[in-house]
């Protein structure tokens, strides 16, 4: 990617130290202004083309309007629904977080909030600290045996999964993008919202604060629940309907809750924090030494690797990128976009992934000041991939006339390519893994890829699934090879709903919208 400038950054909230350090040692001033009122911020904004917060600093349209030269806003933390980031994008300004900095961290107190919930631990120290001995009020349960629902299965939903059942808790789960197939090898089963709700003895939510999100456990949700279940909320305030939730408390429908987020934080309406069957803390998700070291020292060195441009990691508006290369050059950012999409689709039950490598081929791709084309799919790959990508370029390849870009990712000690270009205005896949297509693969709407052994049974057979999944093939693209383990790939009418009935036909497969 090209390098950002960024000379001065102000950093809004208490980081770790380690954050002012990495930024002035690569040569970037750094001012430390805390507890700034909204007024002192617009004053202040103005002189930097850099800001750091964590989740106190609101970032409103206001503030980025102000900030005449502002280039990047680094969240040290999870989420970023502190700040515009429609009007970040509007203005031209990336918006980075630092997804993994406290996941352990939010997911510990999670599960602390669930074991204090299951034995009354808050309510007994309070009534032994007010000289009472109460064994029989304090009556608890075992967690062996009961059921966690966890609405978001992304890295925190993950740690808090893998971690209560080891005190022998099912756990089954929702979540719109990860697919059943990944959550299932962690031991959570995916289901939807309706079918979970009165499965639970316990539920915790695990996403962003959108429109969808807001107010998903309410009256009528926490309805469908079994009597008693008790909910956690280290997330985000707001996710939860807080009347609904006391409702709930005083009707006995909800057993307790362990809250750690409020819609106003500090809450002002005291009653839900009051209640006895409440366990409330001050936001402390991400309130420990090692969260609050990574997340400092993440965000500085995201900033520097912009700044060098060597990677892009952590942006939440790629549509920022876009905006700064021409319109030949969209052609190439949906290429990158897409053949990072195909890599994940099936490779996503082998994650994490440890390296991503880029490389360009052809004179102009490289040389070319207009197209930039090699910074674009390094972007695209870094945003897909949330890891830092090396870059490589070639002058040429043999067999290949015209420029394109190759996108290698390494997991669990194997390597994954695919090679593409742009051809008539169109985004085309040339190769997978070694396998190149007879006709390029248009890389638009519904694509399902299958790995097999080539043979003329193979196309009735998979056309046939195709039909008794009432899915219609719209294309098809063969390897080139004449025979053993290749890939295909099938443009259909919509998604199959179920990969199982493909699974006695291939050896591996997977699907994507494009």
């Not at 350090?21 to 009122?37: H, K, P």
Request: with cysteine.
């Amino acid at each position: 990617m090209p390098p950002v400038s960024i000379q001065r950054v102000l950093i809004s909230e208490s980081v770790d130290p380690r954050c002012r350090s990495i930024l002035q040692e690569n040569g970037i001033e750094v001012t430390e202004r805390q507890n700034m009122s909204k007024d002192e911020l617009l004053a202040e904004i103005k002189n930097y083309d850099g800001l750091i917060v964590r989740s106190a600093t609101k970032v409103t349209a206001e503030v980025v309007r102000a900030a005449g030269a502002l280039k990047i806003i680094g969240r040290a933390g999870t989420g970023v629904d502190n700040v515009d980031v429609d009007a970040a994008t509007k203005n031209g300004v990336i918006v980075m977080n630092t997804p993994g900095g406290n996941t352990i961290s939010a997911a510990e107190l999670t599960c602390a909030l669930v074991l204090s919930l299951s034995r009354n631990v808050a309510q007994a120290d309070m009534s032994m600290k007010a000289g009472k001995w109460d064994r029989k009020k304090f009556m608890g349960s075992e967690l062996f045996g009961k059921v966690l629902g966890i609405v978001g299965l992304g890295r925190i939903g993950k740690e808090v999964a893998t971690r209560m059942q080891s005190f022998g808790m099912r756990t089954i789960g929702y979540d719109p993008i990860t697919p059943p197939d990944v959550s299932a090898a962690w031991g959570v089963e995916q289901m939807s919202l309706e079918q979970l709700w009165p499965q639970c003895d316990y539920i915790t939510v695990h996403t962003p604060l959108m429109p969808s999100t807001t107010g998903l456990l309410n009256d009528e949700t926490l309805a469908k629940c079994k009597k008693g279940v008790k909910v956690v909320n280290c997330a985000r305030g707001g996710i939860i309907d807080e009347e609904a939730l006391l409702r709930a408390l005083e009707s006995g429908q909800c057993g307790g809750a362990g809250l750690d987020v409020y819609v106003e934080e500090p809450p002002m309406q005291r009653a839900l924090v009051n209640h006895p069957n409440v366990i409330s803390c001050p936001h402390l998700g991400a309130s420990t030494k090692e969260a609050q070291a990574r997340c400092g020292q993440e965000i500085a060195l995201q900033i520097v690797d912009m700044v060098k441009g060597k990677a892009l990691v952590g942006a939440v508006n790629a549509q920022v990128l876009a905006s700064t290369f021409s319109p030949e050059s969209h052609l190439w950012i949906r290429l990158g976009e897409a053949m990072g999409s195909v890599l994940r689709a099936y490779t996503s039950s082998k994650q994490p992934y440890s390296k991503v490598q880029v490389t360009t081929l052809g004179r102009g791709i490289h040389a070319s000041p207009q197209s930039r084309l090699g910074q674009v799919c390094i972007c695209l790959a870094d945003v897909l991939f949330t890891l830092q990508v090396s870059r490589n370029h070639e002058e040429a390849m043999e067999g290949l006339d015209s420029a394109a870009c190759v996108v290698e990712v390494s997991l669990c000690g194997c390597g994954y390519k695919a090679l593409g270009s742009v051809q008539a205005g169109v985004p085309v896949l040339l190769q997978l893994d070694g396998c190149v297509f007879r006709q390029p693969v248009s890389l638009a709407g519904h694509l399902l890829f299958f790995k097999a052994e080539s043979s003329p049974q193979l196309l009735p057979s998979v056309t046939g699934a195709l039909a008794a999944g009432g899915v219609e093939m719209e294309s098809f693209s063969a390897s080139a090879a004449s025979g053993g383990e290749q890939w295909f790939c099938v443009g259909m009418s919509s998604l199959l709903g179920d990969l199982a009935s493909l699974r006695s036909l291939v050896k591996e497969a997977a699907q994507l919208t494009v």
